[in-house]
T-cell receptor
């Protein structure tokens, strides 16, 4: 069953701790994205990657880091430098070959800082 | 910078009535305009999209119209049903392009009242 999987679904963190959110896809998509969703603010782009070993900052990259060592995986680390990390995080992927434009989303990870 | 404005932020309609959600984009080079539906606690999913070479596209009860001159596009849902209740996001993008970067609107919460 092809798709994009995020884990964990819920995560609690103490202030000052780094936390890593997992995103795995078996759709053979080249491009992967991380979005942050806050009430009333839509989906804001954190980082994106078009190919393995390459990624670019989005609009709100400060306090976040990513890696893209494998095509299937695009983990996001929320560092202690992120001032307001409590949010819903969505990972997405897209095929560059088919050029359909459609983003496929994971089910999201909700991070709460205590 | 690139921006997509979406209105209204909330919309309540009686079951069977029509609903219209409007978006305006700033980047005149945008040529791909998808609409995503996000049900409560679930991932956003593409419901319809339109490219800049057409002015309207329909899929059963859903239609999207595009006015390139005015740089706005709209989602129309006819004969609304309770299962249409969700948050709807519009987006603008340029495809094909190097980044396939999507700019999302802030979302519209649609409530269909039975």
């Amino acid at each position: 069953d092809g798709g994009i999987t995020q884990s964990p679904k819920y995560l609690f963190r103490k202030e000052g701790q780094n936390v890593t959110l997992s995103c795995e896809q078996n759709l053979n998509h080249d491009a992967m994205y991380w979005y942050r969703q806050d009430p009333g603010q839509g989906l804001r782009l954190i980082y994106y990657s078009q190919i393995v070993n390459d990624f670019q900052k989005g609009d709100i990259a400060e306090g976040y880091s990513v890696s893209r060592e494998k095509k299937e995986s695009f983990p996001l680390t929320v560092t202690s430098a992120q001032k307001n990390p409590t949010a819903f995080y969505l990972c997405a992927s897209r095929s560059r070959v088919n050029r359909t434009g459609e983003l496929f989303f994971g089910e999201g990870s909700r991070l709460t800082v205590l | 910078g690139e921006n997509v404005e979406q209105h209204p932020s909330t919309l309540s309609v009686q079951e069977g009535d029509s609903a219209v959600i409007k978006c305006t984009y700033s980047d005149s080079a945008s040529n791909y305009f998808p609409w995503y539906k996000q049900e409560l606690g679930k991932r956003p999913q593409l419901i319809i999209d339109i490219r800049s070479n057409v002015g309207e596209k329909k899929d059963q009860r859903i239609a999207v119209t595009l006015n390139k001159t005015a740089k706005h596009f709209s989602l129309h849902i006819t004969e609304t049903q309770p299962e249409d209740s969700a948050v709807y996001f519009c987006a603008a993008s340029k495809i094909p392009s190097g980044t396939y970067k999507y700019i999302f609107g802030t979302g519209t919460r649609l409530k269909v009242l039975a």
